[in-house]
Each structure stands twice: as structure tokens, then as C-alpha cells.
């Protein structure tokens, strides 16, 4: 008997709710509101703010070893909110019940933001064009839809990066819906900083 399946017919399971995207896709901007409206963040501050991320990368070091199995940390997680890109939400366990909310942005503003932040590191990008990217891209996402739709454990939401910054409360109003939470409106819209918008497409 897995262990979701335990928990249905015995306890009732730990709740994680996760911060997930592709990257650049408006993950940590997502971080920032759901803390300021209330929710406790699992991070460790390792990865400092910087000039791609002004406000903080919002990151757990320990989530990048989910695909080796180290799942320990989840129970730590519990009640909180944590960030997992896409690549590595197909590695959570069923020991716990996840409410994954999935960030969306254009393709192209995220090619856009990746090459800009290569350029700044002063790293040379791939040599797969973007339009190779895009269908990895796409391919990738639908795969890791495919995965959430046959977990019980797993419910998801998709919040658009774009509708946040351009009018940040129908976004916030669909999260209070979702999270079934009592969150501070007012103080998730207020951390919404549209200069931070740079990269288009």
C-alpha cells in the first residue's frame, strides 16, 4: 500500500504547498507574495539576491537532491510553502499531499530572461535555437501535467506570470480560493513590482 494511500485510510496526509515553473517563469515573485500574505517560506538563503533576482531567489538547496531520493526535508516543509521548478516536481514522493501552483509566462520572455542573465554572467547560451527550446519546453510541461493528473496526492493550479504583474488581485483571489487560506490581500499586491518586468520576448 503506497504511502497516500495510508494516509487516506488513516491520517489524513501533510500538506506542502509548492511554488513551480519553468525557470525565470515568476517563481520567486510568487515566493514573495504568498510570504507576505501570511505563509510561512521553506529557504535557506544560500543563493543570494543578485541582478537577475533584486528581490531574492527564495530557494531550498536541499530540493535539488529530490531526483537522489532526499525527501526527508518534506515534513519540515509542512504547512509551508516551498519552491521546486517543474524539472524536479515529478520527484516528490506520495508520503505527502502537494498544492502545486504552476507558474506560466510567455516562452519567449523566458528565452529573453535566460539570455539575459547569461550575458550578465558573461556565459555563452546553448546552441539549440529557440524554437528548439520552445518545443522542449512545451514537450517538458506537458509531460509534468501528464504526472500531477495521475497523482492523487497532487492538486495544481496555473497562475500566469503575466495577469499577475498587470493586475495583481484576480491572480491573488484565485490563490485564496485554492489555498483555502485566510492570506493579506493587500500585502501580496503590494510586493508586485512591475519595473521588474525587463525581458519581453
Do not use: C
Not at 521548478?85 to 507558474?103: E, F, G, N, R, W
Amino acid at each position: 500500500m503506497s504511502g497516500w494511500l495510508k494516509r487516506v485510510f488513516g491520517k489524513p496526509p501533510k500538506t506542502v504547498v509548492v511554488v513551480s515553473g519553468l525557470p525565470r517563469s515568476g517563481t520567486s515573485m510568487m515566493m514573495k507574495m504568498l510570504e507576505a500574505g501570511g505563509l510561512p517560506v521553506l529557504i535557506d538563503g544560500i543563493r543570494a539576491a543578485n541582478e537577475d533576482n533584486p528581490k531574492g531567489y527564495y530557494e531550498f538547496e536541499r530540493v535539488k537532491k529530490l531526483p537522489e531520493g532526499d525527501t526527508e526535508w518534506l515534513d519540515e516543509a509542512v504547512g509551508k510553502v516551498v519552491k521546486i521548478i517543474t524539472q524536479l516536481v515529478i520527484h516528490l514522493p506520495d508520503s505527502h499531499a502537494y498544492k502545486v501552483l504552476v507558474m506560466r509566462r510567455s516562452i519567449p520572455e523566458i528565452l529573453a530572461s535566460q539570455a539575459k542573465m547569461l550575458e550578465r554572467r558573461g556565459e555563452a547560451g546553448g546552441d539549440v535555437s529557440d524554437a528548439q527550446m520552445t518545443e522542449l519546453f512545451e514537450r517538458h510541461l506537458k509531460q509534468v501535467y501528464a504526472w500531477m493528473e495521475q497523482q492523487p496526492n497532487v492538486e495544481y493550479m496555473d497562475v500566469s506570470y503575466n495577469e499577475a504583474l498587470a493586475d495583481p488581485i484576480p491572480t491573488i483571489e484565485r490563490l485564496q480560493a485554492f489555498l483555502g487560506g485566510d492570506l493579506d490581500t493587500a500585502a501580496m499586491a503590494a510586493v508586485v513590482d512591475p519595473g521588474l518586468y525587463r525581458n519581453r520576448g
